[in-house]
């Protein structure tokens, strides 16, 4: 079946700086992904809808300065946490919709764990 | 908007039944489905409804009645394996995004 993967699936960084994580849909090509977060014991938080060779569709309230989206590729989208702070520490999830038959089904990567110190 | 409502937290017994409801209230629905999440890992798909009626897939069955925002995960024959929380999710009428409730934490017991 289809394959997200997500990476790093932990990351520790220093406040004020910047990390990327990517997502990679391994067999199949997604012109649409999804970059959620999760609080502790939290459901799922969609924070924007990245689509490829197009400029990232934005949650109210998410600040797209701050979490810069890249959709370059049918493969591939990075999330990177700019100027990072202790708050955004989070388990960060992302997620690409099948094609033709898959279409109505939505995978998800393993996840990425982010703490910032 | 998108409101989907979901029970906090089940406790069942093992090998036992468990029924998880969900009702949503959407200003647009094209299917919903349900996710599996243990502690600290990302949801894993477990059934898509986007018609009426039961669907059923091993121990899990999963029912969906749209005229009244209604559905529900059935786990049969219980296992410790099955403690985890169950995610309900609906996906809007232009089907590009999914709007998930918060969540059932079921527990299972020996």
């Known amino acids: 079946g289809a394959v997200v993967s997500q990476h790093p699936s932990r990351v520790i960084c220093k406040s004020g700086t910047s990390v990327k994580i990517e997502c990679r849909s391994l067999?199949?090509?997604?012109?649409?992904m999804f970059w959620y977060r999760q609080f502790p014991k939290k459901s799922l938080m969609l924070m924007a809808t990245?689509?490829?060779?197009?400029?990232?569709?934005?949650e109210q309230g998410v600040e797209k300065d701050k979490f810069l989206i890249n959709h370059a590729s049918l493969t591939l989208s990075t999330l990177t946490v700019t100027s990072a702070h202790p708050e955004d520490s989070s388990f960060y999830i992302c997620?690409?919709?099948?094609?033709?038959?898959?279409?109505?089904?939505?995978?998800f990567g393993e996840g990425s764990w982010l703490t910032v110190v | 908007g998108q409101n989907i409502d979901q029970p906090t937290e089940m406790t069942a017994t093992e090998g036992a039944i468990v029924q998880i409801n969900c009702t949503y209230q959407?200003?647009?629905?094209?299917?919903l489905f349900w996710y599996q999440q243990h502690a600290g890992e990302a949801p894993t798909f477990l059934s898509y409804?986007?018609?009426?009626g039961l669907e059923e897939k091993g121990r899990f069955s999963s029912f969906l009645s749209r005229s009244k925002g209604y559905s529900y995960l059935l786990l049969k024959e219980l296992q410790m394996k099955d403690s985890a929380s169950y995610l309900c999710?609906?996906?809007?009428?232009?089907?590009?995004?999914?709007?998930f409730g918060g969540g059932t934490r079921v527990l299972v017991k020996p």
């Open positions: 409804n986007v018609l009426d």
């Open positions: 997620s690409a919709r099948g094609q033709g038959s898959g279409g109505n089904t939505i995978y």
């Open positions: 990245s689509n490829e060779g197009s400029k990232a569709t934005y």
């Open positions: 067999d199949f090509q997604a012109t649409t």
């Open positions: 959407t200003s647009g629905f094209n299917g």
């Open positions: 999710a609906v996906k809007n009428a232009a089907g590009n995004k999914l709007t």
